[in-house]
């Protein structure tokens, strides 16, 4: 368990490089941290009030920050030094960033219900703004070969083109999108909801494939590496391991001492991150989660009655 925030934390990410943890809270600072909890540098401390959503360049050298100002803040991870002035356009808190796989370009999602496109090197808005029609926008991502990107707010998905035009709209969710993650052929969106679900979809028509049901209020979502499990954070207090193969969740839920807002995998697949309102970072090991679930089902099948 890693301390340090004094606030909510909202989001997550892994380093690739380092396998570190990079943390975003209310508290209005972003954090790095190795795995055993020991701080990397300074934190730094933002001017635009809490930080909802980060989001980590390609070559990992700098990271763009969401406040509830409505302002992206751009960082030099190694410096510790914010990159020129704060980018403006958001009428309201930001709430998801993406950074495109070609690395030119940021996408952001934002309270006033828009989704604004930026050129990483001045700052500008490189597209027209998008009305996305469905609320507050929870959730952006870029589609792994760049082609494309999705959104999710008030019960849908919508997925556009690289110039912004509407592809399709995705309907089947009950309640606020929260968090979505693509397959990385591109081929498939995963998504969780307020609606206590997790949903797979074909990108090329929107098909409903799999529903996963469990939780309470999905917050968080994402795939392991090798992309046979999904790991969901939600407000039930938990983060769940679900088989892709089985469409059932694996072993007892993780559970933390209040609600959990964001969840992340490392890169080696080897680790699982998952923060809350309770300020505190939960760091998991999913091969102990999965040897732990073979034991008990195990012991299931050696004593199938109780004694």
């Known amino acids: 368990v890693i301390e340090g925030h004094s606030k909510s934390i909202w989001s997550l990410v892994y380093l690739k490089a380092s396998c570190n943890i990079m943390s975003a809270s209310a508290d209005g600072s972003f954090r790095q941290w190795k795995r055993d909890g020991e701080p990397v540098g300074k934190p730094l401390e933002s001017d635009g009030g809490g930080i909802g959503s980060m989001a980590v360049s390609p ?43 070609n690395a030119l370009e940021i996408a952001s999602g934002s309270e006033d219900g828009t989704i604004r496109r930026w050129n990483p090197d001045t700052g500008r808005q490189i597209a027209p703004t998008i009305e996305t029609s469905h609320g507050w926008v929870f959730t952006v991502k870029y589609s792994p070969q760049g082609d494309k990107f999705t959104s999710g ?47 797979k979809w074909r990108a090329i028509d929107g098909k409903e494939l799999i529903v996963l049901r469990s939780h309470i209020s999905v917050t968080s979502l994402c795939l392991t590496p090798n992309e046979r499990y999904t790991v969901s954070a939600s407000y039930d207090r938990s983060v769940r391991i679900w088989d892709l193969k089985t469409n059932q969740p694996v072993g007892d839920p993780l559970l933390h001492d209040d609600e ?48």
């Open 59 to 101: 070559d990992e050298t700098m990271v763009i920050c969401g406040n509830v100002d409505g302002r992206l803040r751009l960082w030099n991870i190694k410096e510790g030094s914010m990159i020129g002035d704060p980018w403006e356009g958001h009428d309201a808190a930001v709430k998801c960033l993406d950074w495109s796989p």
């Open 153 to 199: 707010g008030n019960g849908a998905i919508c997925v556009w083109s690289r110039d912004g035009k509407l592809l399709i709209k995705i309907k089947g969710h009950n309640n606020t999108v929260m968090s979505m993650c693509w397959s990385k052929d591109g081929a498939h969106i995963f998504s969780g909801s307020f609606d206590h679900t997790i949903r």
């Open 260 to 307: 959990v807002f964001a969840v992340a995998i490392s890169p080696d697949g080897k680790y699982i991150a998952s923060a809350g309102p309770g300020k505190k970072i939960y760091v998991w090991s999913l091969k102990a989660a999965l040897e732990r679930h073979q034991v008990g089902v195990l012991c299931t099948l050696v004593f199938p009655y109780p004694f």
